[in-house]
């Protein structure tokens, strides 16, 4: 069975910075990609960020080019999301996914398996 557990969400204040982390089990880690979106109250979920299987792509929606980083651990099944300089627009809730072909990387559909999300709240 397959798992991605979200962790590090929180409150924290405009400016502050947090790191999510997503572990994966019950598949083969290094033959996915991993994407992380997000999804505020009332809005469609939408694309973050992606890293391609060995972690030498990269890929970010331009809201948050500059500002958030990306990055896997396949030794530890683990996909991270350094979010630096928040906003309060960046307040949502963050999932993790998984999938074996994607072809359009900021596309939902596409990702195999997710997460059950983790909040971030940002005041101003």
């Known amino acids: 069975q397959v798992q991605l557990e979200e962790s590090g969400g929180g409150l924290v204040q405009a400016g502050d910075s947090l790191r999510l982390s997503c572990a994966a089990s019950g598949l083969t880690f290094s033959t996915y990609i991993m994407g992380w979106f997000r999804q505020a109250p009332g809005k469609e979920r939408e694309f973050v960020s992606a890293i391609r299987r060995s972690g030498g792509g990269t890929y970010y929606a331009e809201s948050v080019q500059g500002r958030f980083t990306i990055s896997r651990d396949n030794a530890k099944n683990t996909v991270y999301l350094q979010m630096n300089s928040l906003k309060p627009e960046d307040a949502a809730v963050y999932y993790c996914?998984?999938?074996?072909?994607?072809?359009?990387?900021?596309?939902?559909?596409?990702?195999?398996?997710w997460g059950q999300g983790s909040q971030v709240t940002v005041s101003s």
């Open positions: 996914a998984a999938g074996r072909r994607v072809a359009v990387i900021a596309n939902p559909p596409e990702y195999d398996y």
